[in-house]
């Protein structure tokens, strides 16, 4: 296989400070990315040139950083395809994101004996606040299954999805890798009359996300894993849906007017945000942002595809290797677990850290009942970025039959 690059890896490389700094082969992408040094020039320019507290001022400064940060509330809405500022809500992470749809919409709408239907292979930000909610009001969740080449059971969605009031499913598994068919999920899901929320963790950064052509209701994702500062995320949401939902969190900018009696809210999105929010760090997911769609959403995918596929074909030349996802590098996102006969992935992800400077995961990836599904308890999960390199899997390749001399494999 040629080994070209759709973009110039050598030059990215050189915008992050990290792999400049530090002798590591980063491969825990999945988890977090490192940051160019645009996005962290942004999050220092705010700091030094602007910092003051937004939505409040009538003074430059104030009004400097207010402009900043419903700026990148519009580059957020652009990058998705989202039509209207006002469907983008901030948050702290995926998490917090989805925490707000079971909070916001579901504690309001659903209630005893309504459903939810999630699947086998999602992260557990995407399982356990839908078991909170069910705990608090009664409703019952549903797991669509997987095949053991760990795609969706779509033959068993449309039974499934018949009575449900909503239907949330991972974009991509953050640890098969399987890029899930959420078009065809959605409509079959809204011809039902339930709503409808995606974790897109693993895809809006590593491929194009129109939420229009989706026609998702929700969706959630991390600034942190595209680039942009931890601790910035994001939710859309339908305007109809936010504008219906309660808030989450109470208190200062939520609010129009607040009583001793009572309190009437803010507009949507603000009404969801609670307190003085992270300005910088969205003015950062802003760089972050700008920064991918320099190098075009189109190419991100296509390097990735590429070094997912060379690393498919290298890793098969592993004996005691077993790979889970599949097998088509296309129907993927740079996302590769795998198992090295019996040694355990903990053991591994060390014996690559501390002979050959990869980082790698290793463990459950909080999707403990995938894990279960498959039979493990744990996987090593190698994940690539836009600085990733194929002589970056070389080497993970010459680590992982290092490890099998190492642990008397073979
Ligand atoms: N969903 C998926 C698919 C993920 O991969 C992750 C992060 N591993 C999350 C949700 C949670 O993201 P965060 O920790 O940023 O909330």
New binding site residues.
């Given amino acids: 296989m040629q080994r070209t690059y759709p973009i110039d890896v050598e030059a990215v490389r050189e915008d992050f400070p990290l792999l400049r700094r530090r002798d590591v082969i980063y491969l825990d992408n999945?988890?977090?990315t490192h940051k160019p040094r645009q996005v962290i020039d942004a999050i220092r320019e705010f700091y030094e040139r602007m910092n003051a507290n937004v939505h409040r001022g009538v003074y430059q400064l104030a009004i400097e950083s207010t402009e900043a940060y419903e700026d990148a509330r519009r580059k957020v809405m652009e990058f998705i395809g989202a039509r209207d500022r006002r469907e983008i809500v901030f948050t702290?992470?995926?998490?917090?994101?989805?925490n707000l749809v079971a909070n916001g919409y579901g504690f309001k709408k659903l209630t005893r004996g309504s459903k939810v239907v999630l699947s086998e292979m999602?992260?557990?930000?995407?399982i356990v606040p839908w078991q909170i909610l069910a705990r608090r009001l009664g409703c019952k969740i549903e797991y669509v299954p997987i095949t053991d080449e760990g795609e969706l059971r779509y033959d068993l969605m449309e039974k499934m999805v018949r009575d449900a009031s909503v239907v949330s499913i991972?974009?991509?598994?953050?640890v098969l890798g399987t890029i899930n068919n959420v078009r065809e999920i959605v409509k079959l899901a809204k011809d039902n009359g339930a709503v409808t929320v995606v974790?897109a963790?693993?895809t809006v950064p590593h491929m194009p996300v129109d939420v229009g052509e989706m026609g998702v209701d929700f969706l959630?994702f991390?600034g942190?894993?595209m680039l942009g500062p931890?601790g910035i995320?994001v939710l859309y949401g339908r305007r109809e849906l936010l504008e219906e939902m309660d808030p989450f969190l109470g208190g200062g900018e939520m609010i129009r007017e607040v009583t001793l009696e009572g309190s009437r809210w803010n507009e949507v999105p603000w009404k969801f945000e609670a307190g003085t929010p992270n300005v910088a760090d969205a003015i950062g997911l802003g760089a972050a942002i700008d920064y991918l769609k320099r190098l075009g959403m189109d190419k991100v995918r296509d390097h990735e595809s590429k070094l997912v596929r060379y690393a498919l074909e290298r890793l098969r030349e592993i004996p005691h290797l077993r790979i889970y996802g599949p097998n088509d590098s296309y129907e993927r996102v740079g996302v590769l677990s795998f198992t090295l006969a019996d040694v355990h992935p903990h053991d591994l992800a060390e014996h690559l850290d501390r002979k050959f400077n990869i980082a790698i995961r290793a463990g459950h990836?909080?999707a403990m009942p995938l894990h279960s599904r498959l039979n493990l308890t744990a996987t090593s999960r190698a994940s690539f970025y836009i600085y990733n390199t194929y002589e970056e899997i070389d080497k993970l390749v010459e680590g992982l039959v290092s490890a099998l001399n190492y642990y008397k494999v073979i």
Avoid at 92 to 98: A, C, G, K, L
Avoid at 122 to 126: C, K, L, R
């Fill in positions: 999945a988890a977090t702290r992470n995926t998490t917090e994101s989805i999602e992260h557990h930000s995407n991972v974009h991509a598994s953050n974790d963790a693993q959630a991390s942190h894993k931890m995320g990836h909080c």
